[in-house]
């Protein structure tokens, strides 16, 4: 079966730039969030999103938004790049958005911004 | 709280020997745990979860403790592997809540 699927790999961008990032959750799974990974640091909780609505929402600013599709894909745009916005992004999803539902996470997307 | 620090703390231990994780979680108010495996260049991979009405939940030579008192938890690895060597976050979370609050992470090395 396969896993979460997350697109690009790796982006390089400058600063000022906008990003978007996509997610291809588990089969089945209707739920999706979006997590922060700074290097050395834990996932911070950035969306979640549970059939095409936003569930939850961390404390990111406005510059970060996402949205997810009828198929249960998801994308995650940030606008303005900032040198902190550099980071490991990570979409996890499960069948169902809280309750005791296991997240399963992707293999994160690895942006810089220079 | 939220998780901090820059400093991964870390374990090494001798190939074969068990290995002992902790994690401290933060909020009295959480009541499912899980634990995380993060390779190098990889998102985190799911090891075990438990609920607060367990103490003990084990799994295939992994064993996760839980105690409410002291809001302490903490990953028992049997036997370890060179293929254990990686980053273990434990993560706690709310049944109505959306999202998942990480340790702090602590970097397991093997000595052959």
């Known amino acids: 079966d396969a896993g979460v699927t997350q697109s690009p790999t790796h982006l390089i961008k400058t600063r000022g730039q906008q990003v978007t990032l996509r997610c291809s959750p588990i089969?089945?799974?209707?739920?999706v969030s979006w997590y922060q990974q700074v290097l050395g640091q834990g996932p911070q909780f950035i969306f979640q999103?549970?059939?095409?609505?936003?569930?939850g929402r961390g404390n990111f600013p406005d510059r970060f938004s996402a949205r997810q599709f009828p198929n249960y894909s998801s994308e995650l745009n940030v606008n303005a790049l900032l040198l902190g916005d550099s980071a490991l992004y990570l979409c996890?999803?499960?069948?169902?958005?809280?309750?005791?539902?296991?997240?399963?996470f992707g293999p994160g997307t690895r942006l810089l911004v220079l | 709280g939220e998780s901090v620090g820059l400093h991964l703390p870390t374990l090494s231990v001798q190939e074969g020997d068990n290995s002992i994780i902790n994690c401290a979680y933060s909020?009295?108010?959480?009541?499912?745990f899980i634990w995380y495996k993060q390779e190098s260049g990889k998102g985190p991979q799911f090891i075990i979860d438990?609920?607060?009405?367990?103490d003990k939940r084990q799994g295939q030579r992994v064993t996760v403790l839980l105690n409410k008192t002291v809001k302490h938890l903490s990953l028992q690895i049997a036997a370890t592997q060179p293929g254990d060597s990686a980053v273990y976050f434990c993560?706690?979370?709310?049944?109505?809540?959306?999202?998942?609050?990480f340790g702090q992470g602590t970097r397991l090395t093997i000595n052959p």
């Open positions: 999103y549970y059939e095409k609505e936003e569930r």
């Open positions: 438990i609920r607060s009405n367990m």
């Open positions: 909020n009295s108010a959480s009541d499912y």
């Open positions: 993560a706690e979370t709310a049944k109505l809540a959306q999202k998942l609050v």
């Open positions: 089969s089945g799974h209707k739920s």
């Open positions: 996890a999803s499960s069948s169902t958005p809280g309750g005791y539902e296991t997240q399963y």
